[in-house]
């Protein structure tokens, strides 16, 4: 049978782990899953979920995105040096203002998010390009459309992912390859937990005031229910990613998260930007009244959208 190869990176946990062991699962056997991690000692949550396809359609092997030596060596170590479908999905978020971080902890972000899939390309892409074919899938985020108040260089990293590919994207056409971004919304993963722990132990001494309280009053006091109101599980983003691996002509730019495209409609519909901004800012500085009623709304809206998935779902039962 003529599988096609799938390389991801970061399976220790949340999308990667999901994605990883989804794809293997593929009733029809379509894939062979070299499933990546930086370190292999984390590798236990993938063996569980992996299941019965451990050993059979999913491989588990070591690949850390910021280091050149482990991504050759990792390609080397497949059959033919061949992937057929690379998804870039290691990744780390930052939150907090610039002030409180230090140049070293941005460039680890940049050097994460962007440079790590530009290491995997200048490994990859030749190998493509000789044999026209493949699909590059990258995890971006919303955050690669739409910039969020406290995530600037997060934002920065996902906006260098999205401009890298696009331009990209024209070059790869004219070798038959194809890129797609998914672009999740907030997703309840370790990546949540670990951004809003290291938020939260932020030294604030180097903001004033006004900028130490928006963040503490502001954004962490509403992290965790904006990810409760608005959040997609792992399994939601991974069931989506599959889709667009299995379609013949993939999008080049996909967003996860319906209850979330309202918001980054704002950008598309004014040229000159300021609605978003304009939006963001009444969201958040007149918190208690718009934010909480627009999260009231998209509650009500998440409520609806289950509901009328459940009702579907039973009408597909009773037919
Ligand atoms: N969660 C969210 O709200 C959203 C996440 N995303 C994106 O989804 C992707 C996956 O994140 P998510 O699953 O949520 O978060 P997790 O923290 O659960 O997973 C991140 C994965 O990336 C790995 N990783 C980090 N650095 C490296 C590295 N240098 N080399 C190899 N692997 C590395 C982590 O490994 P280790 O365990 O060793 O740290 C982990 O396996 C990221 O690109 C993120 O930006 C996009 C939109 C929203
Ligand atoms: C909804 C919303 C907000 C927060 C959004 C967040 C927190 C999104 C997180 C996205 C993630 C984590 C993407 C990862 O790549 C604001 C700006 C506070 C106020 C305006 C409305």
Redesign the pocket.
């Known amino acids: 049978m003529n599988q096609k190869v799938v390389l991801i990176?970061?399976?220790?946990?949340?999308?990667?782990?999901a994605l990883a062991s989804r794809i293997a699962k593929d009733e029809k056997k379509r894939f062979m899953v070299y499933a990546?991690?930086?370190?292999l000692g984390?590798g236990e949550a993938l063996v569980e979920a992996a299941g019965r396809t451990l050993g059979r359609t999913l491989e588990i092997k070591q690949?850390?995105?910021?280091d050149e030596a482990s991504i050759k060596a990792c390609v080397d170590s497949l059959p033919e040096r061949r992937v057929d479908i690379l998804i870039s999905?290691?990744?780390?978020?930052l939150i907090g203002p610039i002030e409180c971080q230090s140049i070293d902890e941005m460039k680890t972000v940049m050097d994460?998010?962007f440079f790590?899939l530009v290491r995997l390309l200048k490994e990859l892409l030749p190998d493509m390009k000789r044999r026209k074919k493949g699909h590059i899938v990258v995890?971006?985020?919303?955050?690669g459309i739409q910039g969020i108040l406290f995530n600037d260089v997060y934002a920065a990293s996902?906006f260098a992912v999205e401009g890298f590919c696009e331009s990209l994207a024209v070059q790869a056409l004219r070798f038959n390859l194809n890129i797609s971004l998914i672009e999740?919304?907030?997703?309840i993963?370790?990546?949540?937990r670990?951004v809003y722990e290291e938020g939260m132990k932020t030294d604030l001494s180097k903001a004033d005031k006004v900028t130490a309280d928006m963040f503490t009053n502001i954004y962490l006091k509403n992290y965790n229910q904006i990810f409760e109101t608005l959040g997609q599980t792992?399994d939601d983003v991974a069931e989506h990613t599959f889709k667009i691996i299995t379609m013949d002509n993939p999008p080049f730019r996909h967003q996860t998260n319906t209850l979330y495209t309202p918001m980054t409609t704002l950008k598309y519909a004014d040229p000159n930007g300021d609605l978003p901004i304009d939006t963001f800012y009444k969201m958040v500085f007149e918190h208690d009244k718009v934010f909480n009623a627009s999260l009231n709304f998209l509650k009500l809206l998440r409520w609806r959208s289950r509901k009328s998935f459940t009702l579907d779902k039973d009408k597909e039962k009773s037919s």
């Not at 999740?184 to 997703?187: H, K, T």
């Open positions: 990176t970061g399976c220790s946990s949340g999308i990667g782990l990546t991690m930086r370190n984390k690949l850390d995105v910021c999905n290691a990744g780390m978020g994460t998010n790590g995890i971006s985020s919303v955050m996902k999740p919304g907030p997703v993963t370790e990546f949540e670990k792992a």
